[in-house]
């Protein structure tokens, strides 16, 4: 099976996307959200949208719980629904329960979580 190639942009800490000068209101992809768990990674939300506005809301949730720090990635891509979903469906993310109805896209998965 051949995967898409994404460029995966990874921040070591959700917030940090603040900072990211580069990231601007018209970036639009999909997402991963991660933390560890004794030293082993554990997905907890992969979505897609404005990039940066689904990481300002995710940065001001309140429901992660312990899942502290938190670490993301993301990809630019127009085929948001079918990337979505292979994300969703490799990943089995704890906290995202839906992703879109359709086939889904392989892609590679960002470096940290290889």
């Known amino acids: ?12 800490h959700l917030d940090d996307f603040r900072h990211d000068t580069n990231l601007t209101q018209f970036d639009c992809g999909v997402y991963i959200v991660w933390t560890y768990v004794q030293n082993r990674i554990k997905i907890l939300y992969t979505g897609q949208g404005d990039i940066k506005n689904r990481f300002y809301c995710h940065n001001s949730q309140t429901d992660w719980g312990d899942h502290f720090p938190l670490h993301a990635a993301w990809a630019n891509t127009f085929e948001m629904n079918g990337i979505e979903r292979f994300l969703y469906d ?9 992703s879109p109805r359709v086939t889904p896209i392989p892609v590679n998965l960002p470096s940290s979580l290889n």
């Open 1 to 12: 099976m051949n995967a898409k190639k994404l460029d995966w942009k990874e921040y070591q």
């Open 90 to 98: 490799s990943l089995n993310p704890e906290i995202s329960k839906a």
